[in-house]
């Protein structure tokens, strides 16, 4: 098992961050034009790669973005995208179900992934891909995309400096309303689970923090919502989770949720340490955290950071709570210069299997009413 991911250093700072192209910047190739089409308007904030290729199914998706970015080259062939020499990454966002064998694809053709999360949803797939990528050398990322949110970049960096002491619990949700994304894909109700779709983000970022786990403990409901749109499993999630190290994390989501008051983000993690707290908060960019006292007494302050001024136009296109744009940049440039520069970057293949398995954890220990679950039984069947 591998340890906790140390933070992603993503060069500059706010507001915008550009550059010169580098020199030997990588030719990326996207599949999948829905969200795909978010990393393509992402691009202009990135130096070390570059769209050239783009693949979809649908040709109104493809007529769509030829319109927007009239020079890349389009096909609704994936291995035809593969066999072009001037894509050295290709970045997935298809259905979960077609991300094994798209990736193990790429890695066969000598390419670096991207992969939306979940990363994949079964057990062979995980095996799959694992040992695809364990034998053809190539790396990859997983788009988890809160990572690189400017407030989470600023928590997990007070974190390493040890600002908050050692981490006793750490707390995480995605809460988000999800009518209109059974509307628009319906393969969502009926073919995975929210254990690998919205709760991917808060388990992540518990395995990020907390690293290896050893135990979950997991309650699954369906909401109305849910019920409504005959959602095959659990919509609303409760998550109790121990590390190999002992330290404790709690995870929730919920995604039939009728909408969230403004106190509330959709995403936050609250880390609770010896030394000091922090929240860090998507939608909204504020990131608020406990500081000692001018003479270093045991009470502390606190501290707001609001970065929506100076990041919306990066992260949101000056849109008020748009879409990913400036994460998806930052995790697409910080893995090309990881592969140019031969960094480590994260979460790349080994910690993203690894969160699969707790995911899977998540799923099985639901489903049988909260039993308690070691993350090995599920490791067990992938790490063979």
Request: glycine share 10%; charged share 20%; with cysteine.
């Amino acid at each position: 098992m591998s340890a906790p991911t140390p933070l992603v250093h993503i060069p500059g700072t706010l507001p915008i961050r550009t550059g010169p192209q580098h020199p030997r910047c990588l030719g990326l190739g996207v599949v999948g034009l829905h969200e795909g089409r978010t990393l393509l308007a992402a691009m202009d904030r990135c130096t070390a790669i570059r769209a050239v290729a783009a693949c979809d199914t649908d040709e109104a998706k493809i007529t769509a973005c030829r319109q927007r970015w009239p020079g890349l080259h389009y096909t609704a062939g994936f291995s035809e995208m593969l066999a072009r020499a001037d894509v050295d990454v290709v970045a997935i966002y298809t259905p979960d179900a077609l991300h094994a064998e798209q990736i193990i694809a790429a890695f066969e053709a000598g390419k670096h992934v991207i992969c939306t999360k979940p990363l994949v949803n079964s057990v062979a797939g995980a095996r799959g891909v694992l040992e695809a990528g364990r034998r053809t050398g190539r790396r990859l990322q997983v788009g988890q995309s809160t990572r690189f949110f400017e407030p989470f970049l600023h928590q997990r960096a007070a974190f390493e400096r040890g600002e908050f002491g050692v981490l006793e619990l750490a707390d995480a949700h995605y809460i988000h309303r999800m009518d209109w994304y059974y509307t628009k894909s319906p393969w969502v109700a009926k073919e995975t689970d929210w254990a690998f779709l919205g709760l991917s983000h808060p388990i992540d970022l518990l395995r990020w923090y907390l690293g290896p786990v050893a135990t979950v403990q997991a309650f699954g409901s369906q909401s109305a919502m849910g019920r409504r749109f005959e959602v095959a499993g659990f919509d609303v999630y409760i998550v109790n989770v121990v590390a190999q190290s002992g330290a404790m994390g709690r995870a929730m989501g919920h995604y039939g949720v009728h909408e969230l008051p403004s106190a509330r983000n959709c995403i936050e993690l609250m880390l609770y340490g010896s030394g000091g707290t922090s929240l860090a908060q998507y939608h909204d960019m504020r990131y608020i955290h406990t500081a000692p006292g001018p003479a270093q007494r045991e009470a502390s302050t606190e501290i707001t950071e609001d970065h929506l001024y100076a990041g919306r136009q990066y992260y949101f296109n000056s849109e008020v709570h748009g879409m990913h744009y400036g994460e998806f940049a930052n995790y697409a440039e910080a893995f090309a210069r990881s592969i140019l520069e031969g960094t480590a970057a994260g979460p790349g293949l080994e910690e993203g299997i690894e969160t699969f398995c707790i995911m899977e954890a998540v799923r099985r220990s639901a489903e049988q009413g909260g039993r308690v679950i070691r993350t090995t039984e599920v490791a067990s069947d992938v790490f063979v």
